[in-house]
């Protein structure tokens, strides 16, 4: 509390790897290995949900949903009664290879990530969305709107998708020049820099496939060189 005394102390002594407050703080979600515990932050009384494995927990932006995910099978949906309203179907997650589970703002949308793939689902038709840009686990999500969802991956590339066309808005490549130096380049789906930190776009090399499977890497001078019309669409021109 504001004096900095335990308002509350588990007694069960197992390791807690997540905790998460519902958005009107009235209720706080604490995942362990084998089990998820939902506490009202008032009485303190808890209230445990059968998901063993846990990976992952959020809730719903009114309060009324806790998301769960872990090793076995989907995504579960819990009230805070602790009853099992759905359990969407989802791959299966092992090791550490998920990555982020939110809903929407307008909790329209669940999505989430294991490995490299973006998934979101429609919770009111069941309506599916996969995003397959990354080519290394997605190590977090996060909605930037109702229709914008930004997956970030550890590949060094930030996207951004619309849930509803399924079209990628934009991404972002970050490169590392020295320790703790980063710049970005913001592209559009054109290929079109929309930014560019100074000197970060000299940095970025193109594939060409000139023959079916066979790709030559040539630095941006060189791509230039013999395409000079890629020069204003580069530009966002």
Known sequence: NGEGNAVYQSLDRIPVDQLAFSPDGGHLAAS????????DT???KSTR???PKCR???????GKLVATIGEGAGVDLFDITGKLVRTIEADRIQNYNYGGLEFSPDDRWLAWSVEQRVNVVELKTGRR???DLHRNRVAD???????????AGEDGLLAAWNPTSGNCL?????MHRQQDQTQSVTLAPSGAIRHTDAGAADRLVYLLERQPGQLQVQSRAEFLKEFPQASPLESGN
Do not use: K, M, Y
Request: with cysteine; proline share 2%; charged share 20%.
């Open 141 to 151: 999500l996060e909605w930037t709107g109702p229709e914008q969802l930004v997956s």
């Open 56 to 62: 992952g927990i959020c809730w719903s932006s009114d």
């Open 42 to 44: 008032e009485t303190w």
């Open 170 to 174: 934009w991404t972002a490549v970050f």
């Open 129 to 131: 969305q996969t995003f």
């Open 49 to 51: 949900l059968d998901r």
């Open 32 to 39: 362990a290995w084998n089990r998820i515990v939902v506490l």
